[in-house]
């Protein structure tokens, strides 16, 4: 990893508080300055202050602390008004009451059915689904680079976006033709580019979408995951048309984002290390470490907001005071020295195994799909490089651009050349 320059260094600390780019311009500098401000650290978000957790041990600690809540009422800036709905980064935090949103006995009942529709054998069940879409986006990959007459063609909106809104779309019921459409919105939505009153309406046209889904469903339903967090079991509570329509809003959005992230971020750094390559081409290194050690190293999720302390809570010198919020920083904690060594700044997929990281959470809250994005990644890679081995990228490592996101690790594009 280079080392920020010292204008970059001074532009991202305010009295030893890190401030987060919302243009992700520096995110491994970033990175490395979360990691240096110790394992709490104080952060700003958009003039809003935090705390963020960037170690491992901290992390594992405190995402089980029933002390710390994803109830926004318990914010003390909330409760005093310093922070409002016209706070960009509002909405995805206050998104609809949801599994997301809530927490104890209230938690585990959003939860249930949707764990329940992704467990190892419904994900082998719907394997051959996604090996088909796989290979169909292959296709299309290999057609649109015959169009561009051999030229570059963007990995990520032919591949890498479309394959696991096609997943969870299908595990939703929502029809093929509307993901372009939720695409778009998601992505406007989680842009720091986009206003904050189009960003509220974005929300708003998404509760009508997946209203109107559940009213189908619940008058006609089928064998999708729409209908099931819809159908009660028998003596069990039924959930909301609120809470079905808040599930199903932050599943679609977190199904794919995450996806995204790790299938593209997995080829990145396969290419800039191209002796590892070879050992996974080779059959010396499974695929299943090329994913575990880019979920590590290059997580696809950088920031997640947020929780609240409803008490003070002591962590090593610091005090997280009553109705302070806490985000925790993926990225910081995957690059962790006390737990992955002192070259966690470095893609190893020769590390020794297993690669114990928390990329998914830990504890009540911990990612519902990580395997069902897992098994996504673990079809696409080997698949990707088994139609196209001489892939390789169209722009030097360091002229990918990031999304202006401050939650998702993401490319606003990675244009590959198809053969070497």
């Known amino acids: 990893m280079n080392c920020p320059h010292a204008a970059a260094q001074e532009a991202?600390?305010?009295?030893?508080?890190?401030v987060i780019d919302p243009l992700v311009q520096d995110l491994d500098g970033e990175t490395a300055r979360l990691r240096d401000a110790g394992p709490l650290a104080r952060i700003e978000l958009l003039g809003v202050p935090a705390w963020t957790i960037t170690r491992h041990a901290v992390a594992r600690q405190l995402l089980v602390d029933p002390r710390l809540v994803k109830d926004l009422d318990a914010w003390g800036l909330w409760q005093r008004g310093e922070v409002t709905h016209a706070w960009p980064l509002i909405g995805m935090i206050d998104a609809g009451r949801s599994m997301f949103t809530v927490d104890g006995s209230e938690h585990r009942r959003l939860r249930t059915k949707t764990s329940q529709a992704l467990t190892p054998r419904r994900l082998e069940e719907i394997r051959p689904k996604i090996e088909k879409f796989t290979e169909e986006l292959l296709d299309a990959l290999a057609e649109q680079s015959e169009k561009n007459k051999g030229g570059a063609v963007d990995l990520k909106s032919v591949f890498a976006q479309p394959l696991p809104m096609r997943v969870v779309g299908m595990l939703m019921g929502v029809d093929e033709a509307e993901h372009p459409m939720?695409?778009?919105?998601?992505?406007?939505?989680?842009?720091?580019l986009t206003p904050q009153e189009e960003r509220l309406a974005l929300l708003a046209e998404l509760d009508v979408f997946y209203a109107a889904l559940v009213r189908e469903r619940t008058a006609r339903p089928t064998d999708d995951l729409?209908?099931?967090?819809i159908l009660a079991e028998e003596g069990g509570e039924p959930l909301t048309e609120e809470e079905v329509v808040g599930n199903l809003k932050a599943m679609v959005a977190a199904g794919h984002e995450t996806t995204i992230g790790l299938i593209l971020n997995a080829v990145r750094a396969l290419l800039s290390h191209p002796d590892q390559l070879r050992k996974v081409l080779d059959g010396e290194i499974p695929w299943e470490t090329v994913i575990e050690e880019t979920l590590r190293w290059d997580t696809p999720t950088t920031h997640l907001l947020m929780r609240f302390a409803t008490e003070d809570i002591q962590v090593g010198d610091d005090v997280i005071a009553k109705g302070e919020?806490?985000?925790i920083s993926y990225r910081a904690i995957?690059?962790?020295?006390?737990?992955?060594?002192?070259?966690?700044d470095v893609f190893d997929i020769t590390r020794p195994a297993p690669i114990r990281h928390m990329t998914f959470g830990h504890g009540p809250h911990i990612c519902?799909?990580?395997?069902?994005s897992r098994v996504e990644a673990g079809i696409a890679l080997p698949a990707l490089f088994r139609r196209f081995p001489g892939l390789r990228s169209a722009l030097a490592d360091e002229e990918i651009r990031k999304l202006p996101v401050m939650t998702q690790n993401d490319m606003e594009a990675f244009p590959v050349l198809l053969h070497g």
């Not at 991202?12 to 890190?18: E, P, S």
């Not at 690059?335 to 002192?342: K, N």
């Not at 519902?368 to 069902?372: E, R």
């Open 226 to 229: 729409t209908s099931a967090l």
């Open 334 to 344: 995957g690059r962790d020295i006390e737990q992955h060594g002192p070259d966690a």
């Open 12 to 18: 991202t600390l305010r009295g030893g508080v890190v």
């Open 182 to 192: 939720l695409m778009k919105r998601y992505k406007a939505f989680f842009s720091m």
């Open 368 to 372: 519902p799909g990580a395997a069902l």
């Open 325 to 327: 919020g806490v985000v």
